[in-house]
């Protein structure tokens, strides 16, 4: 039995489909998972370079994958896209994945820890707080613009003034 030195793996809601081949680059594998059994899938092959497409759930499952002895490279999808070799499904993603993963002058995301990812939702959470404030204030200033109430900005600090024409 030939042994598995790479595995693509293209993430999705619910099934997962793997594309593995061995040092020579023949396909061993070619496989779809449920979301369950990946992990079990992954403790009983030796280890091996599995890559991933960076995505939404692609750091926990780095994380999950790497922790049971696999070496385990995230790809930016825009690098992904150029090997895809025939229509946008997932077992095509997931032979790309494979292929992009085993080139020497691909450039690899750093894997993220639980806090990183923690402290990037916060930002993410508080800019869109900020953009959906600023959205509802210039709304606000353009309906009172229509009843002929002119709110500007003033001041050093920006705060809104109230002039009446």
């Given at each position: 039995m030939t042994?598995?030195?790479?595995?693509?793996?293209?993430?999705?809601?619910?099934?997962?489909?793997?594309?593995?081949?061995?040092?020579?680059?023949?396909?061993?594998?070619?496989?779809?998972l449920r979301r369950s059994e990946v992990l079990r899938f992954f403790r009983k092959i030796p280890s091996c370079v599995v890559g991933l497409e960076a995505c939404g759930g692609a750091h926990y499952w780095a994380r999950e994958i790497k922790a049971l002895g696999h070496e385990v490279r995230l790809i930016p999808p825009a690098y992904?896209?150029?090997?895809?070799?025939?229509?946008k499904n997932d077992a095509a993603d997931a032979e790309a994945i494979c292929e992009a993963v085993g080139r020497p002058s691909m450039r690899f995301v750093p894997l993220k820890t639980v806090g990183q990812q923690a402290t990037a939702m916060l930002l993410k959470a508080r800019d869109l707080l900020v953009r959906q404030r600023t959205q509802t204030i210039n709304a606000l200033r353009g309906h009172l613009t229509e009843g002929h109430y002119h709110i500007q900005r003033c001041g050093k600090d920006r705060r809104p003034c109230r002039h009446r024409p």
């Open positions: 042994l598995i030195t790479t595995i693509g793996l293209d993430t999705a809601k619910q099934v997962f489909q793997l594309h593995g081949v061995d040092n020579e680059g023949t396909t061993i594998l070619r496989r779809q992904v896209k150029p090997y895809v070799k025939r229509g």
